[in-house]
C-alpha cells in the first residue's frame, strides 16, 4: 500500500540554525514528490516539487530512490519559516491525486 | 488572479442534516480534487474530476458522500445525514493538467465543517 511517513510532528528551531524535515513513501513507482507548506491563516499552497529542482525560500528537496525519501532541507531558519509542511508524492495512479503525510509544525524561535 | 473558492468558509450541521459544499475552481483548469482534512492529519483524497468527469471517488467514505461538477467549472460536495465523524476541513483543489501534464494543485480556503 502506498505510505507517507513524516516521523517528527512538532519541530523547533531557533532562527538561523538548519532545518530538515523528513518524509518517506512507500511505492513500488516512481512518483512525482512535492512538499506543500501551509502559513497561519493562509491556504494551502506549493512550496516546491521534485520536477522542477527549484529552490524556494531557500528550501531545497533531494530525492533519495533507494530509501525512498524526499527530505526538505533550508541551512538557515527564518521566523517566517514557521508553518505547517506537508510531504505529498503523487503515485500517478491515474488521476495526479497527492497522498499527504501526516505534516510538521515548524516553529522558528527568534 | 483569483484563486480557489469555496463556500461556505464555515458549516455547523446538526446530525442527520444534509449539507452542500462548494468549490469554485480557477477558470481553465481542468482537473478538480476534494480532499478531507481531520483535525492534526493530512488532507486525505476523496474524489477527483476531468471537466465534468468524475474519473474516480474511491476516497468517498460512505454513499452518504456525493460530488457533482456537471458543467465542469463550479463543483459541489454534499453530505447526506451527516455524522460527528464527518467533521473535518474540506478542501477543494484545481489544477491545469494540459496534455496530462502534472500541473501544481491550487488549494481553496477549505470549508470547516463541525456537525454537534
Known amino acids: 500500500a502506498q505510505r507517507v511517513t513524516q516521523p517528527e510532528k512538532l519541530l523547533s528551531v531557533f532562527k538561523g540554525a538548519p532545518v530538515e524535515l523528513k518524509c518517506n513513501y512507500s511505492y513500488s513507482g516512481s512518483p512525482e514528490l512535492f512538499w506543500y507548506v501551509q502559513y497561519s491563516r493562509q491556504r494551502l499552497q506549493l512550496l516546491l516539487r521534485?520536477?522542477s529542482r527549484e529552490s524556494i525560500k531557500g528550501f531545497t528537496a533531494d530525492l533519495n530512490k533507494g530509501e525512498t525519501s524526499f527530505h526538505l532541507k533550508k541551512p538557515f531558519a527564518q521566523e517566517e519559516d514557521s508553518a505547517m509542511y506537508y510531504c505529498a508524492p503523487s503515485f500517478r495512479d491515474g488521476n495526479n491525486r497527492l497522498a499527504f503525510g501526516k505534516g510538521n509544525q515548524v516553529v522558528v524561535i527568534p | 488572479g483569483a484563486g480557489v473558492s469555496q463556500s461556505p468558509r464555515y458549516k455547523v450541521a446538526k446530525r442527520g442534516q444534509d449539507v452542500a459544499l462548494r468549490c469554485d475552481p480557477i477558470s481553465g483548469h481542468v482537473s478538480l480534487f476534494w480532499y478531507q482534512q481531520a483535525l492534526g492529519q493530512g488532507p486525505e483524497f476523496l474524489t477527483y474530476?476531468?471537466?465534468?468527469?468524475?474519473?474516480?471517488k474511491s476516497g468517498l467514505p460512505s454513499d452518504r458522500f456525493f460530488a457533482e461538477r456537471p458543467e465542469g467549472s463550479v463543483s459541489t460536495l454534499k453530505i447526506q445525514r451527516t455524522q460527528q465523524e464527518d467533521s473535518a476541513v474540506y478542501l477543494c483543489a484545481s489544477s491545469l493538467d494540459l496534455a496530462g501534464y502534472q500541473e501544481t494543485q491550487y488549494f481553496g480556503p477549505g470549508t470547516r465543517l463541525l456537525v454537534l
Open positions: 474530476f476531468q471537466n465534468e468527469a468524475q474519473l474516480d
Open positions: 521534485h520536477i
